[in-house]
């Protein structure tokens, strides 16, 4: 396999860890179902979750399916009562968006109610685990930021993806992807060629995404601690690229160059992002 490598620098993380203390929990599964009134290619289905994985599988009906393992616990029986009563979760249809959401103790969307994570503590905890069956045209948009991985199957609409302290998989997409977690590998696979941009980022982790071998792109990556790999023949370094910054008062334009490592597949085309802060990049073709 090519690769082009880059600097390397190492650190060392020291961390402990205390067992947990017994906990009394409670448990419920949701199972709600949503009928499409439009082309499913023309919907978003979005999950705004905190704690738990999320799974979402591309099928052939016109229906969303949509299953949810909620855990409510806490350390007394008053405490678990408390998150029972005061726990929301909620669901909104509208013709193009189906939306799963916190809604107390406090809203999970952005830039709704975000302030109430700074009131009074939360004594109970909460996981949501979903698993989603959507139309194979369906636009995701999903998140969480605990307790989870992200998978995504046979899903061929647009993608947006995001998880914190866990790794993303993708298998057999189609759409433009924007794919970012912070803690955990990206994994992906396209059976055919995205339309448009894509961009993918973790900043511990590698990532592996796999292309059908007619790829023609301009690829962008960066990592401080890691390598760029790929096995597609046709691939040269493109010129570092030069950024327009700022115009100043005096009429001066100031360029900066840029940090990221271009380089072109095939005959070139859309540009792919890549970025990683402790791992490796690797582009591979389909066998």
Avoid at 222 to 244: A, I
């Amino acid at each position: 396999m090519k690769f082009f490598a880059i600097p390397l620098f190492a650190g060392a993380v020291l961390c402990c860890t205390q067992a947990p203390a017994q906990k009394l929990e409670s448990k419920e599964h949701i199972k709600k179902e949503f009928t499409l009134s439009q082309s499913a290619s023309a919907v978003t289905m979005t999950i705004y979750n905190i704690n738990g994985s999320i799974r979402v599988e591309g099928y052939d009906g016109n229906q969303v399916v949509l299953e949810v393992d909620q855990t409510i616990s806490g350390k007394s029986n008053a405490i678990l009562e408390t998150g029972k009563q005061e726990f929301k979760l909620n669901f909104d249809q509208k013709p193009d968006s189906i939306i799963a959401y916190i809604a107390s103790p406090f809203d999970s969307r952005p830039n709704r109610g975000r302030r109430n994570w700074d009131g009074p503590r939360i004594e109970y905890d909460f996981d949501l685990d979903f698993v989603v069956k959507v139309p194979h045209a369906m636009n995701l948009h999903v998140s969480t930021v605990n307790g989870g991985d992200v998978n995504v199957s046979d899903v061929t609409g647009k993608l947006d993806v995001k998880n914190v302290n866990g790794a993303i998989k993708i298998a057999n997409a189609k759409g433009a992807a924007n794919v970012h977690t912070i803690n955990g590998d990206v994994v992906a696979n396209f059976v055919t060629l995205p339309p448009g941009e894509s961009d993918f980022k973790t900043l511990n982790g590698d990532i592996k995404i796999t292309y059908p071998p007619a790829l023609s792109v301009d690829c962008q990556f960066k990592s401080f601690n890691g390598e760029f790999y790929t096995d597609f023949p046709e691939t040269e370094s493109l010129p570092v690229k030069v950024v327009k910054n700022e115009e100043n008062k005096t009429n001066k334009t100031v360029y900066k160059l840029s940090t990221e490592t271009r380089i072109r597949i095939g005959k070139g085309g859309p540009t792919y992002k890549f970025e990683t802060f402790n791992g490796n990049i690797y582009i591979k073709k389909q066998s």
